[in-house]
């Protein structure tokens, strides 16, 4: 029951705290970016919704210090064995992100009160900083993540890691696929989610300029999102292959790969069926499954029943890649046929452009659904284990009742968090809105 209350509670909270972090991650690139666009457009338009962007972007940093703070006493409390092991290797790491933090701080305030008095490409190169801090403390923490999945860089002795090596600890070829896969699905569903804000607008709004720059908006939006998801879906699938050598049972288990086989099927649906111990009721595209995930369609792919049963993974993983892999396909088709639509030969299909911008801020929730699924499973998957074949989950957390009694207050502090952050952040760009018209920007 405590090994359960633990999980629930770390899980709630890291649920919440992705949140903050995608927007923290992706807002800065997109804001470097469109500045950039709108500098050599020479349009002030752009410039001024771009600097709407940053006023966002300043919120979130906030919410991201508070969110951080919550995640990293939880884990000092409730996860002490955890936190013990995991310091003694890639405890440097944790150091490292908050340095970027503080240049993503440092550099976001710098480039927000100098907007109006530094201009040009000047204060775009001012930006940089912020997006090299950002991306650099989601690389670190995410290469933390990694090693969690594949351990490696120390050798241990006596329920201890001695001789740490932390290059090898943190860049393996888990760490490679998870950057990649994790940081691209992120700009991904940023892009799409503010994409599909100015879809929404573009519909709604009547006047011309204003319909003129959210559709300029929505399009580029749109185009970098499909472009960011194509790469994600490319570092997916390396990241299948890389299951498949590194830890065979997640996959197994995403996929109701029961036994060890050649020619193996991609299964959608389906569950196991304990008595007779086999994956039932799937529809089977055979030999795909080997093909991901060993490049040919005869691959050998490890099943279940090289592991011990109490070892498994939960099988509900298997339902959950299913509806991932659909959300994911949403994120690219709905962007790509608003952007095919829109091209000068078939705009003339008036009915269905309409029907693609209305179907664009799907994608953006389709995006971020795929992402908090995507770390779902990866966090299940790797069960029973919390640092895989190094640490069970059950013996990783606090013994102590009255810590786990108070951890109750974690997912109730998160969810008062994104209240403020969603009353916070209108009445942010509300308040900048007015400067802007009274010009005392």
Do not use: C
């Amino acid at each position: 029951m405590q090994e359960t209350a633990a999980r629930v509670l770390i899980g709630d909270s890291l649920g919440f705290h992705i949140f903050f972090v995608m927007i923290g991650i992706g807002l800065p690139l997109l804001i470097s970016l469109f500045e950039l666009f709108a500098l050599r457009r020479n349009d002030a338009k752009l410039l001024a919704e771009v600097r709407r962007w940053t006023i966002a972007a300043a919120v979130f940093v906030v919410t991201g210090i508070v969110s951080g703070t919550l995640i990293a006493v939880q884990m000092a409390l409730v996860w002490p064995q955890f936190m013990s092991i995991t310091s003694r290797v890639v405890g440097p790491a944790f150091m490292f992100e908050g340095y970027f933090f503080l240049l993503e701080a440092a550099f976001l305030s710098w480039y927000v009160l100098s907007w109006g008095r530094i201009k040009g490409y000047a204060h775009w190169f001012i930006g940089l900083g912020t997006v090299i801090g950002s991306l650099g403390s989601a690389v670190v923490i995410t290469l933390v993540n990694a090693w969690m999945n594949q351990p490696t860089g120390f050798r241990w002795e006596q329920g201890m890691p001695v001789n740490v090596n932390l290059p090898a600890a943190l860049f393996t070829s888990t760490s490679f696929v998870t950057v990649f896969h994790s940081i691209l699905s992120y700009l991904t569903t940023v892009a799409l989610v503010v994409g599909g804000l100015y879809a929404i607008r573009y519909m709604r709004h009547k006047k011309t300029s204003d319909r003129s720059t959210a559709r300029y908006l929505a399009l580029r939006l749109a185009a970098v999102g499909l472009f960011m998801g194509g790469l994600t879906a490319v570092f997916g699938d390396l990241s299948a292959k890389n299951l498949a050598a590194v830890n065979p049972q997640k996959l197994a288990a995403y996929e109701l790969q029961i036994n060890t086989e050649r020619n193996a099927a991609f299964r959608v649906g389906g569950e196991y069926n304990e008595s007779t111990g086999r994956a039932e009721g799937a529809v089977e595209i055979p030999s795909l499954l080997s093909f991901l995930a060993t490049g040919s369609a005869s691959g050998e792919v490890e099943g279940l029943n090289e592991t011990p049963r109490e070892l498994w993974p939960p099988l509900v993983t298997h339902l959950l890649f299913d509806i991932k892999m659909f959300t994911a396909i949403l994120t690219l088709v709905l962007p790509l046929g608003l952007l095919a639509l829109e091209w000068p030969r078939l705009r003339r299909f008036k009915m269905l452009r309409n029907i693609a911008w209305r179907l664009l801020p799907v994608a953006g929730v389709a995006a971020f659904v795929t992402v908090e699924l995507g770390w779902v499973m990866a966090e299940l998957g790797r069960q029973p284990f919390a640092i895989y074949g190094i640490l069970l989950t059950k013996n990783a957390f606090t013994q102590n009742p009255h810590i786990l009694a108070f951890g109750y207050a974690f997912p109730i502090l998160f969810v008062l968090l994104t209240i403020a952050t969603g009353v916070a952040l209108p009445a942010a760009l509300k308040h900048a809105r007015k400067k802007e018209e009274r010009g005392t920007v």
